[in-house]
Nanobody, 128 residues
């Protein structure tokens, strides 16, 4: 089970910042790839950013490179998505997820057809 929420409610003006957090319960982040996904209206769910088991490698979708940062704190079973310089096209429902893995170098979100754990979606709306 995972839960996610925006720090301030998920509404922000373009150019602003927002941090999402996700806390896992019932399992440990150890041995998992952690990722953030989003789904905009009328579009498929896509991987935004993922971090490998152990945190050595990270993936960022091209559209968010230089703006978003993923991090995780395994001791707290918590993942974060720091969203800076947000754009209207970032508007979407954001989900955190985790996939069990035996490897330390899995990090490429588009390769993940499914995840083992999903959090509830959090609406992020960016106004112009």
């Amino acid at each position: 089970l995972m839960s996610a929420a925006g720090v301030w409610g998920g509404l922000v003006q373009a150019g602003g910042s927002l941090r999402l957090s996700c806390v896992a319960s019932g399992f440990s982040f150890d041995g998992h790839v952690i990722g953030w996904f989003r789904q905009a209206p009328g579009k498929e769910r896509e991987g935004v950013s993922c971090i490998s088991n152990g945190g050595r490698y990270t993936y960022l979708q091209n559209s968010v490179k230089g703006r978003f940062t993923i991090s995780s704190d395994n001791r707290k079973n918590t993942a974060y998505l720091q969203m800076n310089n947000v754009k209207p096209e970032d508007t979407a429902v954001y989900y955190c997820a985790a996939k069990r893995t035996l490897y330390s170098a899995e990090y490429y979100c588009p390769r993940f057809s499914s995840m083992d754990h999903w959090g509830k979606g959090t609406q992020v709306t960016v106004s112009s």
